[in-house]
């Protein structure tokens, strides 16, 4: 097994474990942050859509065990997101490419036809709502939150 999938699969399942308990006697809710390419796979990103796939998967068997336990599971797909990693990419891919930093990021969003990069904030907000009481009655789904850059149906 991939090391890389063993850490992040498993470190989810583990603190799952860990913390049914206290979400149990809280009602709680967990919220996964799982990348985009759970859904929408591609070859350049193999491994981490596999280890987004799997975390979206076990969020899902988790959903029954919530209905029993009245805990929340609920994914979250973030697509192309500023960050420090997304940063980090682009200037990967500019210095392989023979271009401006700037000029990759908006070839970038012209090539996925977004009209910006979500922001970790956008992120959040969407994750916080989901572990508020007025998000109860949502349990078991995943939302992707990408601004329309996930293709085909849910």
Request: proline share 4%; net charge positive; no cysteine.
């Amino acid at each position: 097994m991939d090391r890389r999938l063993r850490l992040e699969v498993l470190r989810r399942v583990r603190l799952t474990k860990l913390f049914w308990p206290l979400l149990r006697e809280a009602h709680g809710n967990i919220v996964f942050i799982v990348g985009g390419a759970a859904r929408t796979p591609g070859p350049e990103f193999l491994i981490g859509g596999a280890v987004n796939a799997a975390t979206a998967n076990f969020a899902k068997g988790l959903t029954a065990l919530g209905n029993r336990d009245d805990i929340n599971v609920n994914v979250v797909h973030p697509g192309q997101t500023q960050t420090d990693r997304t940063e980090q990419l682009f200037a990967q891919f500019a210095k392989a490419q023979g271009k401006a930093v700037g000029q990759v990021r908006e070839e970038a969003l012209v090539k996925s036809g977004l009209r910006r990069i979500g922001t970790p904030e956008d992120v959040a907000e969407l994750a916080l709502f989901l572990a508020s009481a007025r998000a109860r009655h949502i349990h078991g789904t995943a939302v992707a939150i990408d601004g329309g850059g996930t293709p085909g149906y849910y």
